[in-house]
């Protein structure tokens, strides 16, 4: 299996990255980043990506084969493009030039990291300074209706972590607002190797179990 991770760089696509490369059913980690990794592994390809505004032929040709995507570009106080016009048009490309090529006629998997306190209801008053998180709430909305849109061809995970802790850090905030990157990082990359049919969406809790599960080797839900 072929998986893609973005935001490799970062807390959170770190821990993924970590927890792909040593996944037996993943045989090769695609990265797209903005510069070269601090390490090589036999699994890994890092692509070079300066523009995640377009998607070159060469690009696409070289992600062929790639099954499912692990979306976690962008710090959560980032600028919204990297959180709603980014995601879209990788969204777009990947399903159009990606989810043909996989054999047997798989969903592609588009792993779609948000947050805790982002909000989905488009209806529900909120104060100007707290906006960004509905515009982030829509976006994930439109991914979970991509699914719906293209049954059996697209599935969406949507992973709504809390504060995500670095390794060997500790938080004074109560323990069902923090995971580890580990543990959110193993659950990513169980949901984008998970045999659901159906996309889900997953809060802070529920990552946690998933991907402690899948650190102590136990097979996911």
């Known amino acids: 299996m072929k998986v893609l991770i973005t935001g490799a760089t970062g807390t959170v696509g770190g821990g993924a990255l970590r ?8 045989t090769t980690v695609f990265v797209l980043s903005r510069r070269e990794l601090a390490f090589t592994h036999p699994k890994l390809e890092v692509i070079i990506k300066t523009d995640y505004m377009t998607y ?11 099954s499912a995507c692990i979306w ?3 710090a959560p106080r ?4 990297i959180h709603t016009l980014v995601p879209r048009v990788a969204r777009d490309a990947f399903f159009e030039h ?3 090529a996989i054999p047997g006629g798989s969903p592609f998997t588009f792993v779609l990291t948000s947050g805790l306190l982002v909000v989905r209801d488009q209806e529900r008053w909120l104060p100007g300074f707290l906006k960004p998180l509905q515009v982030r709430g829509k976006v994930e909305g439109e991914f979970v209706e991509f699914e719906k849109q293209h049954e059996g061809k697209w599935r969406t995970m949507v992973a709504r972590p809390a504060s995500v ?5 500790t938080s004074m905030l109560p323990y069902r607002l923090q995971i580890d ?6 659950a990513l990359v169980a949901l984008a190797t998970s045999k659901d049919s159906k996309g889900r969406t997953l809060e802070n809790l529920e990552l946690r179990e998933v991907g402690q599960k899948a650190l102590a080797g136990q097979p996911a839900k």
């Open 19 to 26: 927890s792909a490369l040593s996944h037996p059913a993943i």
């Open 56 to 66: 070159t032929p060469t690009e696409l040709e070289q992600l062929q084969g790639v």
């Open 72 to 74: 976690a570009l962008g």
């Open 78 to 81: 980032g600028g919204m493009e």
């Open 98 to 100: 990606l989810a043909p």
């Open 165 to 169: 802790l670095k390794e060997g850090k």
């Open 181 to 186: 990157s580990s543990a959110l990082g193993a």
